[in-house]
């Protein structure tokens, strides 16, 4: 992996949220040192990198998104020391290291937006949004925080608005200003110098907002909402045409993949947020100038038949055509999957068909800590709860606390991360999914996604292949055809709680083995049981 330059392509990412990870010095929250003394359990599990969320220096009240120094670690997860070893340490066990972006906006506590604010003459007074209220003295116009609100907040120094997509302290940056984008282009040298090798980039379609500042239009009735918002938030009653995803910004990101260009091997993972988000998938990735690849939340919903699945693929194959999506099930801003799309099917079976699935399409993968254990989303109490999103908006929304709850590592009253009361509580039910618990049961979730994640590794098709979907009789299975260099592999796909059948409409040659699932076939008839996959390679 260290000599392929392209590991990006196809690669399994583990994302790491690193206040919950593990806590090396007693203090309730998960830091550097911690982090490190679990890589070597990290790359057990056959992935190829992890991506840190945000370490940065921070007042933390978006938990390290609302970054007041993009050059430093923030003294609760450790020192630039610290992070140095961490590198080594990865890089000593073949695992790269991504970290998070949040260049969309600031803290309002950075020294750039405290001087911006002073008055609207000082040497950075455009490196943020900033408008004249309307002759009545409201907002600009009628965009919408996805936190809740107006995305206006008034100044009473310079007597305008500020321009906020997330909480009033996240003030947005002006990417029109060209010493905006010069000074974030020059933080991201300043980590890949570092030894990073590449970055998530936190809303990637957020950087750049319309100057005529129009109203956004409503969403027409009968029409799909913003996807990554909850439907009850306002946020989504808006088509988002005028305050994101703007076509200046695929300038900006050919300027940053001239910069990762620097440093071969290094890449760049884009969350995209949209109303089309496939769309903005395919001007992002394609033509190798921009991104090398993005996410977007259609696997981050809570949408999951298998006629929603093939829609999903369908459209992606139809729209983002030459480029490169990454999949994930789960992450630290949604439910987990284990509850979101598991719900009410078998707890120790359903996540690791759910796995299969995303490790089977073209593209590559994301993985959420706790994920291969098969975590359900934890329930955090009201008076527990530290999500800034979550407070205003309970009990309707319990917010992102759910999904960050500290990792288990053993069945202690703490999981084995810290040895104090953690900064969100352990939740009950995850103590015996712990990871010792499941290393000490061969029958366990965690062998069987470790198995399985070996065993794509070694499958070129599977990782680098093209994709199509293939008709099979039963519409409850999902079916896909993969190719690489000549050979084709059927990827039979049973995510149901009962077990199917299917007349296969071509010629097997050779099942594949050694993935851990089971089936039958009788000539041409499949038999899948529940939560069940078939891997094979077809003949011409």
Known sequence: MTQNLNWWKGGIIYQIYPRSFMDSNGDGIGDLVGITSKLEYVASLGVDAIWLSP???????????????????????GTLSDFKALIDRAHELNLKVMIDQVISHSSDQHPWFEESRQDKLNPKADWYVWSDPKPDGSPPNNWLSIFGGSAWKWDSRRLQYYLHNFLESQPDMNFHCPDVR????????????????????DTVNFYFHSLGLEDNPAVPEGEPKTLGAPEDNPYTYQRHV???????????????????????????????????????????????????????????????????????????????????????????????????WGENEDPKAYPLIAMALILSLRGSVCLYQGEELGLPEAEVPFDRLQDPYAIPLW????????????????????????????????????????????????SALLHKVRQLIHWRQKQPALVNGEFEQADVSNHDLVALIRRYDGQRVLVVLNMTGQTQAAELPMNISQPLEGHGFSSSVDGKRLILPAYQAYYSVLSE
């Open 395 to 442: 009990p309707v929304s319990k917010g992102r606390d759910g999904c960050r709850t500290p990792m288990v590592w053993n069945n202690t009253y703490h999981g084995g991360f810290s040895t104090v009361e953690p900064w969100l509580p352990v939740d009950d039910r995850h103590l015996a999914l712990s990871v010792a618990e499941q290393e000490a049961d061969p």
């Open 242 to 340: 005028y305050d994101i995803s703007r076509p200046e910004n695929l300038d900006f990101l050919k300027e940053l993949r001239l910069l990762m260009n620097e440093f071969p091997g290094s890449t760049t993972v884009g969350e995209i947020g949209d109303d089309f988000p496939l769309k903005r998938m395919a001007q992002y990735t394609s033509g190798g100038d921009k991104l090398h690849m993005a996410y977007t939340f259609d696997f981050l919903n809570k949408f999951h038949s298998p006629d929603y699945i093939r829609d999903v693929l369908a459209n992606m194959q139809n729209i983002v055509g030459d480029g490169w999506p990454c999949w994930a099930l789960s992450n630290h801003d949604v439910v987990r999957s284990c509850t979101r």
């Open 55 to 77: 370490i940065f220096t921070s007042p933390m009240k978006d938990f390290g998104y609302d970054v007041s120094d993009y050059c430093d670690i923030d003294a609760m997860f």
């Open 182 to 201: 010069k000074a974030h282009l020059d933080n991201m040298r300043f980590w890949l110098e570092h030894g990073v090798d590449g970055f998530r980039l």
